[in-house]
């Protein structure tokens, strides 16, 4: 059983002026305080920095050069005291209950869970529905196999065991891609299990400037499960992987390279293909690799003449 909970926040910040100060009072009128509030200002060019000054001593501001979302939260991290860290991106919100609730869970539970999350509910003008919920039974308590198969938090309802973030944040390296935080809630989820609170407790905040790049995010998808498996075998622990891990991966190359080829870019396209077919050696990936391989004017032709996407 954990004895004591104290709970560090991490907002990584970039050019969020607009919606700090509402994300940061979410945070400042809770029920029960967290241990402490970081917020990261990643190279900012607006008034980020200086709104995040406004609320004193309140609030510990750390100032960087422009490393990402990545490079932010592993500052943030890093910089952090408590045992446990909540997530929370710079323009989402909290319910007012979200600290206390977790920490009772927390408080509850046994040491081998690692991860605690809820619900969420979609906020903002530029709302686009249901498309940002959950499209997927999520069980109350889950481990690696159900997190491999399906991104299952939203990241502003989470905490997270600082430890185990210890442990994984060195091999938290996927750049610039969307979807990094499912490469790292893969990583923590090698250590222990995860557990739901069946109740909204954070709003995903949807507008013009965080719309889904759905291409972009199937790569990170990828390049996370990728990051996962090069993880578990360097650190020795290479049983852990499911003979059906690859066959998920095989079909994240052909997703991705059948976007590609819509588009008509047959170079990124018949790379994934072959990928695809690298991973599982299924006929339908290689016929498209080798399809995609043909001269370009010669693919073209070969459409327009069936006149159908399906080839």
Known sequence: MVSEVKISVVIPCYNCSKYIAETLNSVLSQTVHPHEIIAVDDG???STAEIITSFGGRVKLISQENKGRVGARKTGI???????VALLDADDIWTADKIETQMKCISSLSDDIVIVHSNFDVVGTHCCGDDRKYTFDIPNLFG????????AYATSSIVIRRDVLLTVLPFWNLGRYRA????????????GDSFKIDKTLSFYRVHESNEHNYLDFEIGVLKS?????DFII?????EMIKPEWKTIIGSNYFNIGWQYYSKKIYIEAREYFLNA?????????ILYFLFSSLPESLITKIRLLFRSDSI
Do not use: C, I, P
């Open 44 to 46: 900012s060019t607006d």
């Open 78 to 84: 890093l910089a952090a005291t408590g045992n446990w």
């Open 144 to 151: 690696l196999d159900f997190l491999f198969l399906h991104n």
């Open 180 to 191: 990094q935080d499912y490469g790292l809630f893969l990583l923590v989820s090698v250590y």
């Open 225 to 229: 499960r990728e990051n996962l498996l």
């Open 234 to 238: 360097k650190m020795g622990m290479g």
């Open 277 to 285: 077919a690298k991973n599982r050696l299924k006929l339908r990936y």
